[in-house]
């Protein structure tokens, strides 16, 4: 994660035009809205991409499916990875007296389960699993599930509570 100092008086939020160009974020927001909404996975694949959001061969994105509009160049998913129905990806956080950037990189072959939230610099491993309604605030390690707020490994031995 980078840190970053508030450039301004206020917290970092107030003064995110200092941070990244607001025509940026403007088109950023509308080509996100447009794949968001697309039913055609090939589309939402061309359209993150000219973003900046890094798509592998055989992505596919689920309906309402959100990465971060202001760092979408920050965003990473490999070969066959599913992002699941109203999953968001984001690698940023504004704070206080600062801001904080980091990559976000699902692993080939990981899943996202609907709902899910990805915070930023958290890596999900090759064939790993975020389940629905999850908050990751730490990587995923490959071929495990994670669960929960925060998410937290899966064991067979457990049932869900």
Known sequence: MARHATPGPGNSLRSWTRAKNPLRVAINYLVIVLARVSPSLTLKNVLLRSIGVTVGEGVSWGLESTPDVFW??????????????????????????????????????????????????????????????????????????????????????????
């Open 72 to 161: 979408p160049e920050l965003v990473t998913v490999e070969d066959h990875a599913i992002v699941g129905y109203d999953a968001t990806i984001l690698c940023h956080e504004f704070l206080q007296d600062e801001y904080r950037t980091g990559e976000v990189v699902v692993g080939e072959r990981a899943m996202i389960g609907a709902g899910a939230v990805i915070l930023p610099g958290v890596e999900i491993g090759a064939g790993a699993s975020v389940a629905a309604n999850s908050l990751v605030t730490r990587d995923v390690p490959p071929g495990e599930t994670v669960a929960g707020v925060p998410a937290k490994p899966m064991s067979g031995e457990e049932s869900p509570d």
